[in-house]
């Protein structure tokens, strides 16, 4: 392992007898690299967040609870307290109407042994169709910031790795290069001077 020294900063735009072009080529990569690495990822993320926002604050606006009745008895013996939610529920065939008048049929969970005819909460977009609870703000939110977190780290990583790339290529150019020129000045090592 080599003695790499302590660590200097901006060391790729100092001044130095020994920097060759390439050097400062590799180090205008690098900069440009993280710069739009890091702008990628905050706009895509900032994107991503508002987007997702959006989509669910209109899910709030639009979705609506209506009441829907069970057609036939749900399968299972009735528990003591129907109101509470527990782990007995099963898929029970209900009804409803929407929003717009139109009449609806579809299969929910509901409490095991409910009786025909009971009613039963269900969400439904303004087409009638059911959907689940919408998000609260609070959970809105969270969820927003954690697609928005994943979509800017997985668009940040594209220019970071194409950055990375193009470094890889830049040493492989700089490493031949000095095989090129070592090839030349290698074997006049071995000579003796009188």
Do not use: Y
Not at 28 to 39: E, I
Not at 64 to 83: C, F, H, I, N, Y
Not at 120 to 128: E, M, N, R, T
């Amino acid at each position: 392992m080599a003695f790499r020294g302590p660590k200097v900063w901006l060391w790729r735009w100092r001044r130095n007898p020994l920097k060759r072009r390439a050097d400062m080529v590799e180090a205008w990569v690098v900069l440009g690299a993280w710069l739009v690495t890091v702008v990628v990822g905050v706009f895509a993320g900032l994107a991503a967040t508002q987007s997702v926002e959006h989509g669910l604050a209109r899910e709030r606006a639009e979705w609506q609870r209506v009441e829907a009745r069970l057609t036939a008895k749900a399968p299972g013996k009735a528990t003591a307290d129907t109101s509470t939610v527990s782990g007995d529920q099963v898929w029970g065939n209900v009804r409803w109407i929407a929003p717009d008048g139109s009449r609806h049929t579809g299969q929910v969970r509901v409490a095991s042994g409910s009786a025909a005819g009971s009613t039963v909460p269900i969400w439904s977009d303004p087409q009638g169709h059911l959907v689940t609870k919408p998000a609260t703000a609070s959970q809105a939110r969270l969820r927003a910031a954690l697609i928005g977190v994943l979509v800017g780290i997985s668009a940040a990583a594209v220019p970071f790795v194409g950055g990375r790339v193009l470094c890889g290529r830049l040493e492989r150019r700089r490493m031949d290069l000095w095989d090129t020129e070592w090839s030349r000045f290698g074997p006049l090592w071995g000579r003796k001077t009188r």
